[in-house]
Structures are given as structure tokens and as C-alpha cells.
């Protein structure tokens, strides 16, 4: 027989299972009652800061609560990676994420403090950031296929961001499918790329939209080819790899990810202000000055994007045996 004992402790245990429930969900109901922060794993000025103090100022006015940008630069984003990693998976804590972080960093590194498939939901999307290969006006080469030719003889140089930036990562696929031969000469940042190739230290460069806009769209460069799914508003002359015949297709991308165990309703309400925000007359104009393709996705379809982006670049980057912390 079950004694009274058992049966007041059953009721207790009971009682207490049902109040957890309650408080917990007005816990998130009170969501967010507290500054948040957002966490950067780059220096202020670029592009990541600057689209994360806009997307958290609008979403900050409509969830009532500061966000504050914090800027932890430092080893390719895992310093910053890992903090949001290890913090409390309650939407007080948000990481600013992109390819290299979500997607090249584990090839790239041989350990890593976090892994970014296991520790990070996605939230929402920032945009698609088109990359061109461009050259001097001064140059030789009027087009793509005249670069190629020449490559057969002279392999040209190109100057990318960095070593395993999406500029650097874009060319190596772009040489793989097209059978275009060059030589890398990376830098710091895309500006000094441009100013390189501007002063003919270096045959061609890829560039983004965030820093190659005014060059290309003024004419200051001539553009040999984008790689891109179709051919873009900045540049509507310009042919993408595909049109050519080659499957090369790469972008920078940014989004905003949390640490995974966050409450399903909590990242629902943050897709959902992050899609607002990105749409407000604040954002929008932006996107479309700077040419970067922005897409409403929900964090399911983000996570499908990742997957699919994982697939693509992760086996590439080991097959070039690009690694840096050797």
C-alpha cells in the first residue's frame, strides 16, 4: 500500500512540477526586461559593427530594451564566438555571425571553443553581400574569357581581404570550375586590396559590395565578372560565372544567431523584429544602396542556408589545405 507519506510527498512534487511550468513561461512572457547585448567579433567601423548598432537600435525600440554592441575582436571571431557560446541561452546574448564563423572556422581550425553547429541557433538573416572579380581600366583584359586566356601563359595575381576570407575562398572555386590559373596576395582588408590594385601591384582583386561599390559603380575599375546567382543592380552589364559556363557562386553573408536552448518563443519573437527591422525605411535603403540581397527567412530556412553553405565550402577549404592555427 502507498502510506500518507508517500502520497503528501507525490502532492508536494507534484505541486511543484506544476509551478515550474507557470513561472517559466512568465519568466519568457516577461522577456526582455533587461538591457541585451550584441556581441561583435570585430572592430567598430566595419561592416558587421555598423549593421549590428542599426538592425539593434531598431529592434531595441520595439522590444523596449537597450541592445548594446559589443565589439570582442580577436582570432578570426572565436573569441567572441566562444562568449556567446558559453553564455545563458535566454535572448539576453546575441552573435553577430557570418561564413566564417558559422561555416569556414571549423575547417579552418583544427580546435575550436565552440562548435557552431552543436552551440548556436540562427535568428534571422542580414543579407547577401555580392562578390566581383575586378580589374585596372588600364588592363589588358576587357573580360573574364580574356583573363583566362592569358592565365594559360602568365598566371595573374590576385589580392583578396584576407587568407581565408569568402573573397579568398570565391576565387579558389571560381579557378576550380573555370580552370583560370593566379597567384593569392592577401592583405589587410579589402581597401588596401583596392588601393593596390589601383597603383598596379597587383593584376586583380575580388571585392565586395560594402567596399567595391563606388569603385565599380563610377567606373573607377572595370569588372570582369560577378559571382553572383544573377547578375546584380551595381553592376547590370557585368556576366556572372554561370552565364559563362562556370559553377561559381559565392557571397559574403551576415546574420544573428543565439545560443542554442534558447526558448523557442523567444527566437520567434526575435525573427520576427529582425525581419521588421531589416524592412524599416532605417535598413532598406541601405541594402539597396549598397547592392547587398537581403531575404526574409525565418531561423529554420537560415539553418537550411548554413547547411547548405557548410556542404559547399567546408570539404573546399580542406582540399586546399588552408589552415590557420598551424
Known sequence: MIGRRELMGGA???????????????AQSAWPDRPIRWIVGYPP????????RLIGGQMGTRLGQNVVVENRPGGGAVVASEA?????????????????????????????????????AGVGF?????????????????????????SRSRAPTYGTPAVAS?????ME????????AAEHVPYRGGPAAMQDLLAGNVDVIVIDTATGTPFIRDNRVRTLVALTDARTRLAPNVPTAKELGFDAVAYGWQGMSVPTGTP????????EEMIRAMQSDAIAPRLRDLDIEYRPWSPAEFQAFVGRENALWRPLIRDLG?????
Open 12 to 26: 508536494v512534487a507534484a505541486a511543484g512540477l506544476a509551478g515550474r511550468a507557470p513561472a517559466q513561461a512568465q
Open 45 to 52: 567601423g566595419g561592416a558587421s559593427d555598423t549593421f549590428a
Open 84 to 120: 556567446v557560446a558559453r553564455s545563458p541561452a535566454d535572448g539576453y546574448t546575441w552573435m553577430h555571425v557570418d561564413n566564417g564563423i558559422l561555416t569556414y572556422n571549423p575547417a579552418l581550425y583544427a580546435r575550436l571553443p565552440y562548435d557552431p553547429d552543436r552551440d548556436f
Open 126 to 150: 542580414i543579407g547577401l553581400f555580392p562578390l566581383y572579380l575586378v580589374t585596372r581600366n588600364e588592363s589588358p583584359w576587357q573580360d573574364f574569357q580574356q583573363l583566362l586566356a592569358a
Open 166 to 170: 569568402p573573397h579568398h575562398l570565391a
Open 173 to 180: 572555386l571560381l579557378k576550380r570550375r573555370s580552370g583560370l
Open 264 to 271: 523557442a518563443p523567444v527566437i520567434a519573437r526575435l525573427s
Open 322 to 326: 588552408i589552415r590557420l592555427d598551424s
